[in-house]
């Protein structure tokens, strides 16, 4: 049976677009379009649609407004379709709070060359939104008393008594959520984390600044030859692979702009390499949701260099490709929810380390 899709979205030439495209995929099919979530409100009665993609910014109701009352009253998979704006990343990040499973930037009319590439793109994330969990999540507002100066990263106390632990994170579709649960249970000491997350360039600067906002730990997108500090995150940018290096005694972020691996750059797999590479036992891994078998090879190398790795369960995930793929290959020591997660890593950490984390 083919995945029935309704696009809502106010620019006729999207509308077509993107009907063209999801039409010309065996298993799918296009059930409607609607210019607008007024007109998308009936037809999602008469179609009942599998999959809804949804504009960010549209006329009559604006899109976050929309989904939040589709999310309370008809919870279903949507996929957003947003701009590569500084507002649209930011309504984007929020809509994925509101519990839309997936975003896709708008499609570049004027670079036909990269159209196959976006119209496998934009069916890969319907298909995976098709068999996606959805869950309500609860409104989480941002914390207006974390002093983070001007802009800058909090200062830590006597960084290098620190532990040489680190923590590497990898996850896609479901995990900018996933990311900020996680986060917001680690302490202000805890070992520095890299993380990358599958996510265009233009988006990954502003899902950082939100979670610095919610979380005791500093969080920044990599800019490359950062030192690896205690309580701090560093989030690959969506242009660029993220991989850790040892510069001396101390660990150092690197970016690289070669081509993508598993179709994919950032590749949680480039990161998870270098960590096995440069971190070895001193490693801690964490495969969350999403989709495909990003990173699995490379969690597996961690686990043969010496490091200690966790995935989510199947459970806690909006899609379980991911964290199954990695299992399946035995590269994972521990498996739990994504609520369990944060404790188990700390706990693990706690024994392994030679002083006890602060929770």
């Not at 078998?293 to 806690?316: I, P, R, T, V």
């Not at 929810?337 to 706990?347: C, D, F, R, Y």
């Amino acid at each position: 049976m083919k995945i029935k899709v309704l696009i809502v979205d106010d620019s006729a030439l999207i509308r077509s677009v993107m009907k063209e495209i999801i039409n010309s995929q065996p298993d799918m099919e296009v059930v409607g379009v609607a210019p607008d979530p007024i007109i998308a409100r009936d037809l999602i009665k008469q179609t009942n649609p599998d999959v809804l993609t949804l504009d960010v910014e549209m006329p009559r109701m604006d899109g976050l407004d929309f989904l939040e009352k589709l999310m309370r009253l008809r919870p279903m998979p949507v996929v957003m379709v947003s701009s590569l704006t500084e507002r649209g990343s930011e309504i984007t990040l929020r809509a994925l709070e509101l519990g839309a499973v997936d975003f896709v930037t708008k499609p570049k009319m004027s670079i036909q060359s990269g159209m196959l590439e976006y119209t496998e793109m934009i069916a890969d994330k319907i298909r995976a939104a098709s068999k996606a969990r959805i869950k309500s999540r609860p409104i989480v507002q941002h914390d207006a008393n974390k002093q983070t100066g001007d802009g800058v990263l909090p200062l830590i106390r006597n960084p290098l008594t620190s532990s040489e632990k680190l923590i590497i994170i990898g996850a896609s579709t479901g995990g900018t959520e996933a990311i900020k649960d996680f986060l917001m249970q680690m302490p202000s000491d805890c070992p520095g984390i890299l993380i990358t997350q599958h996510m265009p360039a233009g988006f990954t600067k502003s899902f950082a600044q939100r979670l610095d906002s919610l979380c005791k730990i500093g969080v920044k997108e990599s800019e490359g030859g950062e030192r690896i500090l205690p309580g701090h995150a560093y989030l690959a940018p969506g242009h660029s692979h993220l991989q850790l290096i040892r510069s001396g005694a101390n660990y150092v972020t690197q970016l690289d702009q070669g081509p993508p691996v598993n179709r994919h750059r950032p590749s949680v797999d480039v990161l998870f390499h270098s960590a096995a590479v440069h971190a070895g036992k001193n490693a801690v891994g964490v495969i969350l949701t999403g989709m495909g078998k990003d990173g699995a090879l490379g969690m597996l190398e961690m686990k043969n260099a010496g490091a200690y790795n966790f995935a989510q369960d199947e459970a806690s995930c909006v899609v379980f490709g991911m964290p199954r793929e990695a299992i399946a290959v035995g590269a994972t020591h521990e498996v739990g929810a994504l609520n369990a997660l944060p404790g188990m890593v700390l706990g693990h950490l706690a024994t392994h380390s030679s002083r006890a984390l602060r929770v």
